[in-house]
T-cell receptor, first 113, second 109 residues
Framework: KAGVTQTPRYLIKTRGQQVTLSCSPI?????VSWYQQTPGQGLQFLFE???????NKGNFPGRFSGRQFSNSRSEMNVSTLELGDSALYLC????????????FGPGTRLTVT | GIQVEQSPPDLILQEGANSTLRCNFS?????LQWFHQNPWGQLINLFY???GTKQNGRLSATTVATERYSLLYISSSQTTDSGVYFC???????????FGKGTKLSVKP
């Protein structure tokens, strides 16, 4: 079974621009979560989607948004990029029934200049 | 959500040595995972272990839910074991994990 895939793997953007990252979960997984990893803050939860609905949201500004499609693929968008948004963005998927073990994709490394 | 603390923050071992990594959490958990982050940033699943003991090759993990801690044992360490090890517990919903700050392991040849 194929794992979680994320595109693109690397991205360089300029302050003020916006960016869209994509995540395809493991086949059959309906929950998709997004995390941000930075050296200073570590791994932080951004949001979770289940059946096209945002089920939970972390403590991030409204510039961070996401959505999920009917095939469970998910996208996250960051608008008006700031230097501090430079990070590794990780996507994870899990089943809709126990065990709720999360499986992570390879990540998208975003650099904002 | 819970708070997750990992120790030690850094660990340097000689190849072949054994090690124990610890994860303390502030409340009871029904979901506890251990990950290894490789040099390219991907989180590799090691164990899903809300309670009890599991083993996978040279690695094993034990979670004592009543005492709110989990241990990851690495035996006969190899240089390929180097990297950062994270434990994570539930943050209030199924798809929300709260991570510890990690243990950075360096295995020297």
């Amino acid at each position: 079974k194929a794992g979680v895939t994320q595109t693109p793997r690397y991205l360089i953007k300029t302050r003020g621009q916006q960016v869209t990252l994509s995540c395809s979960p493991i086949s059959g997984h309906r929950s998709v979560s997004w995390y941000q990893q930075t050296p200073g803050q570590g791994l932080q939860f951004l949001f979770e989607y289940f059946s096209e609905t945002q089920r939970n949201k972390g403590n991030f500004p409204g510039r961070f948004s996401g959505r999920q499609f009917s095939n469970s693929r998910s996208e996250m968008n960051v608008s008006t990029l700031e230097l501090g948004d430079s990070a590794l963005y990780l996507c994870a998927s899990s089943r809709s029934s126990q065990p709720y073990e999360q499986y992570f994709g390879p990540g998208t490394r975003l650099t904002v200049t | 959500g819970i708070q997750v603390e990992q120790s030690p923050p850094d660990l340097i071992l000689q190849e072949g040595a054994n090690s124990t990594l610890r994860c303390n959490f502030s409340d009871s958990v029904n979901n506890l995972q251990w990950f290894h982050q490789n040099p390219w940033g991907q989180l590799i699943n090691l164990f899903y272990i809300p309670s009890g003991t599991k083993q996978n090759g040279r690695l094993s993990a034990t979670t004592v839910a009543t005492e709110r801690y989990s241990l990851l044992y690495i035996s006969s360490s190899q240089t390929t074991d180097s990297g950062v090890y994270f434990c994570a517990g539930p943050g209030g919903s199924q798809g929300n994990l709260i991570f510890g700050k990690g243990t950075k392991l360096s295995v020297k040849p």
